[in-house]
């Protein structure tokens, strides 16, 4: 069956250091992949969006990798701030192309001062 | 641009009660979503709708309906209000249909059924 699996347990990482958030996927073969913050209590913000054919792309502080052999995204923040807190969502494409996305269930990221 | 808006921000319903959340964004979108995301779960896709007078089930389309007739307005209506369907529903739409395009979200509408 489909998965997009990312850590469930929340991120706890120091002010001005580098987070590291994981997406792994199976059975799917996504054209694109994207990523979105969300804060309590309000709807996810779109941040990123890499297609198949990139391996990185970067915004600001952010940047993000797809590696389509491992089946995995990996999202950085660098420098990061308390500012920063707040849950990551991947989403991706359930088949190539189309409108609809799958989200993962999102990994809290936590930036202490 | 006010972006998606939606009404109400919180509901609290009895089973077997009936409403209608309402959605509405100003940027044109042909594509237009409904999502409902329970504590600790991804959102998970209700229905969709890729241009007025045209609405497809998505996930989980059990408990609920659709319509969209006009480019701004896509209401969700449920019918027979369950436990199960106490969640957080969130709306939103995209320029295209592919998955290139970034979704835009609303912020929330907060339905508890006892």
């Known amino acids: 069956s489909q998965k997009i699996e990312q850590n469930s347990e929340a991120l706890n990482i120091q002010e001005g250091k580098t987070a590291t958030l994981t997406c792994n996927y199976t059975?799917?073969?996504?054209?694109?992949l994207q990523w979105y913050r969300q804060d309590p209590g309000r709807g996810p913000v779109f941040l990123l969006l890499?297609?198949?054919?990139?391996k990185e792309k970067r915004k600001e502080r952010l940047k993000v990798t797809f590696d389509t052999t491992l089946k995995q995204s990996l999202f950085h923040i660098t420098a990061s701030q308390p500012a920063d807190s707040a849950t990551y969502l991947c989403?991706?494409?359930?088949?190539?192309?189309?409108?609809?996305?799958?989200f993962g269930k999102g990994t809290m990221l936590l930036v202490s001062p | 641009n006010a972006g998606v808006t939606q009404t109400p921000k919180f509901r609290i319903l009895k089973i077997g009660q009936s409403m209608t959340l309402q959605c509405t964004q100003d940027?044109?979108?042909?594509?237009m979503y409904w999502y409902r995301q329970d504590p600790g779960m991804g959102l998970k896709l209700i229905y969709y709708?890729?241009?007025?007078?045209?609405?497809d089930k998505g996930e989980v389309p059990n408990g609920y309906n659709v319509s969209r007739s006009t480019t701004e307005d896509f209401p969700l209506r449920l019918e027979l209000a369950a436990p199960s369907q106490t969640s957080v529903y969130f709306c939103?739409?995209?320029?295209?249909?592919?998955?290139?395009?970034?979704?835009?979200f609303g912020p929330g509408t907060r339905l508890t059924v006892l």
């Open positions: 890499i297609r198949e054919n990139e």
């Open positions: 709708s890729v241009g007025a007078g045209i609405t």
């Open positions: 939103a739409s995209s320029y295209s249909g592919t998955s290139a395009n970034e979704q835009f």
């Open positions: 059975n799917y073969s996504p054209a694109y």
């Open positions: 940027m044109n979108h042909n594509y």
């Open positions: 989403a991706l494409d359930p088949s190539s192309g189309y409108s609809t996305l799958t």
